[in-house]
């Protein structure tokens, strides 16, 4: 889309959250209403995910000036699963920039499961967006190194980066998902038939793999989401790891893209970009205030937590996190100044 937009400088509106100990009782309540609920399954489709305590329960939101609130299993570390594409996009991006990232992996829902194959076949082998599989894989390929191994070592360390503090992988979770991901293979191998993916498709499927099993808590997603609400500076260690612009890019996609299918949903309950992993964590950003961290095992059908998506509702709205809920500008008794009723 020709946008002509050259020469005008990004502006961004941003707010503030309520004092300090407001939002650490709002997200101690956020933990309360929803710690006693058992609605959905628990993922076993990765067998060592299906061996998870499904009781597990974190809550985290960390604000642009540094400071994280924290409830309930909040510090538990878990595998980062799908939430890692949102970063590796973000990577990618400040590397390549917008228009060749917007080509070459696209940012447009598919409407379609995350591992759907019939989505990268209508779309003649373009993977439409970088929060599916297909564009998940495409986008770790694009990832600077010559090497497999050294395409893995910069998204580790840039993971860490946005954490704020160096991750681990799990290499049970590891070890589990590559023995399952015969389907990553088939959708990597297409992409490739397509011209769509650079280098062995099989070793680029085993870079997504680690970087799926890298070890993360709800307390480092709300640190790394702030880092995307903060303009790309780590609000914590106040380092910079990508531009505002990128950060501008990701939340974009993020918004659009980021709970597969039920998006749309989750932009018209929740009204902020977020991301969601198969291990029960979800991300969710709040542009220029924070983000929100939560995990919670049990899914729903779409594979997004029951528990972390409730306990984000009720943040958004407490908080007034919304970036499309808005008020009457200057108003008296409900009517504008000025205005005739």
């Not at 995910?49 to 604000?63: I, Q, R, T």
């Not at 702030?226 to 612009?245: E, H, M, Q, W, Y």
């Not at 029960?280 to 542009?287: L, R």
């Amino acid at each position: 889309m020709d946008t002509n937009t050259a020469g005008v400088e990004q502006t961004a509106n941003t707010g503030q959250l309520p004092g300090w100990d407001a939002v650490d009782e709002q997200v101690l309540e956020a933990y309360r209403r929803n710690r006693e609920s058992t609605d959905g399954v628990v993922a076993d489709y990765i067998p060592i995910l299906g061996a998870v305590d499904p009781e597990l329960f974190g809550v985290s939101v960390a604000e642009v000036d540094g400071g994280v609130h924290v409830a309930g299993d909040a510090d538990v570390e878990f595998s980062i699963q799908s939430i890692s594409k949102a970063f590796v996009y973000a990577l990618v991006a400040e590397e390549f920039g917008h228009d060749e990232v917007g080509e070459r992996v696209g940012v447009n829902n598919t409407g379609l499961p995350f591992n759907s194959v019939i989505a990268v076949e209508l779309n003649g082998g373009h993977p439409m967006n970088p929060m599916v599989n297909a564009g998940a894989i495409a986008t770790t390929a694009l990832m600077p190194g010559a090497t497999a191994a050294e395409k893995w070592e910069h998204i580790r360390s840039g993971l860490s980066a946005f954490a704020g503090r160096q991750l681990q992988m799990d290499g049970v979770v590891y070890g589990s998902e590559a023995e399952t991901n015969q389907r990553n293979q088939a959708i990597a191998r297409l992409l490739q038939s397509y011209g769509r993916i650079d280098g062995d498709p099989l070793e680029m499927v085993d870079v997504y793999t680690r970087q799926c099993a890298l070890l993360v808590s709800a307390r480092d997603l709300a640190v790394m989401g702030a880092t995307l609400a903060d303009g790309g500076v780590n609000p914590v260690t106040g380092n910079r790891v990508i531009s505002a612009d990128v950060c501008r890019d990701t939340l974009s996609v993020l918004a659009s893209t980021g709970l597969y299918e039920r998006s749309g949903e989750w932009l018209f309950d929740i009204g902020l970009p977020g991301k969601s992993g198969v291990a029960g964590g979800i991300v969710t950003v709040a542009p220029g205030k924070g983000a929100i961290g939560t995990f919670s095992p049990r899914l729903d059908s779409a594979g997004n937590s029951v528990r972390g998506q409730r306990a984000t509702a009720y943040l958004s709205r407490a908080l007034g996190l919304n970036i499309f809920a808005s008020g009457v500008h200057g108003s008296i008794d409900g009517n504008k100044q000025g205005s005739t009723p």
